[in-house]
């Protein structure tokens, strides 16, 4: 393998893929890019999960997350082996490392290949996974706002700018990277989208069926302010009567809409959304052109919940899995929660139907499974909510597992 300087100070240039399509010229050459990816990967993660099972037991749960798994399942959830192959040249351009190197047997498992195999790690983690899982999170939007603008406190990671967010562009064609420049944002335009999919759901959490208690207030209020004769009907025609479960129900959206909403008055986004986007785009190619623009509050990007499996679903606590060979739109919903709280899951739902309303992207939804997946196997949906939590309770832990990089730049930006 031939040496190449590690700990490059700009990501300029390094995910130019232009000029490499196809990524690969035949099944073997990916093979072996596959398998080095595996070794270099495998042979790091073994000793970060060999050190955690040896750190103290005072250390706090959840106050690391297994980098190089979190690479590792980052590749092995891509959503097509055309997101896996750029997410390949992405990872071994970042490492410099020779990925076709005719020498597989030789990589210099140095200390400096680990550190840059963990800036890989965190620069996901900042730029991907934390502003998702941050922008479901249910805290104030205020708090949204400075956690897209977190650095990592880490000085092995490398730290972004708007070089580098241009320069995460190159990991597309030419024609790509131009429409990723000109992604629109999304414009205020939820009440629309909030009553298409009451309609479509019939006014029911898609996971626990409950009625909306709103909805059942006006309509049984109808009856009694007019005089009419009968019950008040749910949107099947049966009776809504005492004794059915009732519950407050929200639309949530399937990919955030806090992603790609509008703050600027020129009606873009701002460079730390773009980067999210473009790693989004990255991971399922093409799956941008869905949420552009208006066609983030589609229906189809949008599930009714109410507000506990709304949170959950925020949280990437709960999935939406396809079940192969059965009726369209039937999914088993799984969950990270333990038993003790989650005692309805994993439960099998078939969607809501409507003529004229798209029903939940059934892509969508394998995207924040995949992504919800990857959180809780490699430790990083722990490693979050213990970020958020401190962030919340203005918490220093005297175990110095507290991220204070983190929290003193959000503490700074309140």
Do not use: W
Request: glycine share 6%.
């Amino acid at each position: 393998m031939t040496a190449a300087p590690r700990h490059q100070s700009s990501l300029e240039g390094l995910l130019d893929f232009a000029a490499q399509q196809p990524l690969f010229s035949n099944a073997d050459k990916r093979a072996r890019a596959i398998a080095r990816f595996y070794r270099i990967v495998g042979h790091f993660e073994a000793i970060e999960t060999a050190t955690a099972a040896t750190t103290t037991t005072t250390t706090r749960p959840g106050s690391q997350y297994n980098r190089p798994g979190l690479v590792r399942l980052t590749f092995e959830y891509a959503r097509s082996p055309e997101s896996q192959d750029r997410f390949l040249a992405f990872f071994f351009q970042f490492l410099a490392v020779d990925m076709l190197d005719g020498a597989d047997d030789v990589i210099a498992f140095d200390p400096d290949l680990g550190e840059s195999l963990c800036g890989v790690a965190e620069f996901l983690m900042t730029n991907f996974f934390l502003p998702r899982r941050f922008s479901l999170f249910p805290l104030s939007c205020a708090l949204y706002s400075d956690f897209y603008k977190v650095r990592a406190s880490s000085n092995k990671t490398p730290q972004p700018s708007p070089v580098h967010y241009a320069a995460l562009q190159h990991v597309f064609s030419q024609e790509e990277q131009q429409r990723m420049q000109d992604f629109a944002g999304t414009p205020e335009r939820l009440s629309a989208l909030r009553e298409a999919c009451l309609v479509r759901d019939c006014h029911r959490c898609v996971v626990s069926r409950a009625f909306d208690t709103a909805e059942a207030i006006k309509r049984s209020e109808a009856i009694t302010r007019f005089g009419a004769q009968g019950q008040a009907l749910d949107d099947n025609g049966d009776p809504l009567i005492a004794g059915h479960d009732y519950s407050h129900v929200e639309v949530s959206h399937i990919i955030p809409y806090s992603l790609t909403r509008v703050e600027r008055q020129d009606g873009t986004i701002d460079n730390p959304k773009k980067a999210a986007i473009t790693i989004l785009n990255m991971f399922d190619l093409g799956v941008v052109h869905l949420i552009e623009g208006p066609y983030m509050n589609r229906p189809y990007n949008a599930i009714t919940l109410n507000l506990e499996m709304h949170q959950f679903f925020g949280q990437y606590k709960i999935f939406f899995a396809r079940i192969p060979d059965t009726p369209p739109h039937t999914y088993q919903i799984g969950t990270f929660l333990p038993p003790l709280v989650s005692p309805l899951f994993p439960i099998t739902r078939i969607l809501f139907v409507h003529p004229t309303i798209d029903p939940p992207s059934e892509r969508l939804l394998a995207l924040h499974c995949a992504i919800a997946h990857i959180l809780h196997l490699s430790g990083a949906g722990y490693y979050i909510d213990k970020i958020l939590r401190d962030r919340e309770h203005g918490r220093v832990c005297a175990d110095g597992s507290t991220e204070l990089g983190i929290l003193v730049d959000l503490a700074l930006r309140v």
